[in-house]
T-cell receptor, first 114, second 117 residues
Framework: DGGITQSPKYLFRKEGQNVTLSCEQNLNHDAMYWYRQDPGQGLRLIYYSQIVNDFQKGDIAEGYSVSREKKESFPLTVTSAQKNPTAFYLC?????????????FGEGSWLTVV | AQSVAQPEDQVNVAEGNPLTVKCTYSVSGNPYLFWYVQYPNRGLQFLLKYITGDNLVKGSYGFEAEFNKSQTSFHLKKPSALVSDSALYFCAVRDDTYGTGANNLFFGTGTRLTVIP
């Protein structure tokens, strides 16, 4: 089936640890995104990638890093510099970065600091 | 700068009754408007969008939305609610923070719809 696969669904991080969330899409989409969702708030953009080997900071990039070495993959690393990482993380993709294209989402990953 | 408001945090409706989830927006230039639905512990699912053309947009699962330029609104509607429609609904508008041609969205804070059997 075509879609966006995020893993793991649940992840626990200890203080001072870096963790990486995986995102893979088989939709042949050029653009990919990472959003963070907190209760009672809208989604906030962490990073986006318009095309392979390119990525840009979003609204809340501090404490996060990404790579886009393959078209289908856009992993997100939550570093120890992110002071409040507990949240629901959503990966997304669209055909292109051109405005108006529908953004499709994965099933999300829960990250909890323990 | 753009913004989107969902004035109701919670909407309750009886099964079989029509439902409306409200959304108003503010954006410079042409508004590109979207509705998404989120079930518990899941990602967002796309319902419909308005880019241009007919003001009444039909989407997935029997939902529709009406673009009203004078009232800057894009309310989501369904003629007959189902219990399975109970979920969190997000309205979103084109976000031009990263350029007028950029494909990012500014999301509202969501409206929780509960359909009562």
């Amino acid at each position: 089936d075509g879609g966006i696969t995020q893993s793991p669904k649940y992840l626990f991080r200890k203080e001072g640890q870096n963790v990486t969330l995986s995102c893979e899409q088989n939709l042949n989409h050029d653009a990919m995104y990472w959003y963070r969702q907190d209760p009672g708030q809208g989604l906030r953009l962490i990073y986006y990638s318009q095309i392979v080997n390119d990525f840009q900071k979003g609204d809340i990039a501090e404490g996060y890093s990404v790579s886009r070495e393959k078209k289908e993959s856009f992993p997100l690393t939550v570093t120890s510099a992110q002071k409040n990482p507990t949240a629901f993380y959503l990966c997304a993709s669209s055909t292109s970065w051109t405005s108006g294209n529908t953004i499709y989402f994965g099933e999300g990953s829960w990250l909890t600091v323990v | 700068a753009q913004s989107v408001a969902q004035p109701e945090d919670q909407v309750n409706v009886a099964e079989g009754n029509p439902l409306t989830v409200k959304c108003t927006y503010s954006v410079s230039g042409n508004p590109y408007l979207f509705w998404y639905v989120q079930y518990p512990n899941r990602g967002l699912q796309f319902l419909l969008k308005y880019i241009t053309g007919d003001n009444l947009v039909k989407g997935s699962y029997g939902f529709e939305a009406e673009f009203n330029k004078s009232q800057t609104s894009f309310h989501l509607k369904k003629p007959s609610a189902l219990v399975s429609d109970s979920a969190l609904y997000f309205c979103a508008v084109r976000d031009d923070t990263y350029g007028t041609g950029a494909n990012n969205l500014f999301f509202g804070t969501g409206t929780r719809l509960t359909v009562i059997p």
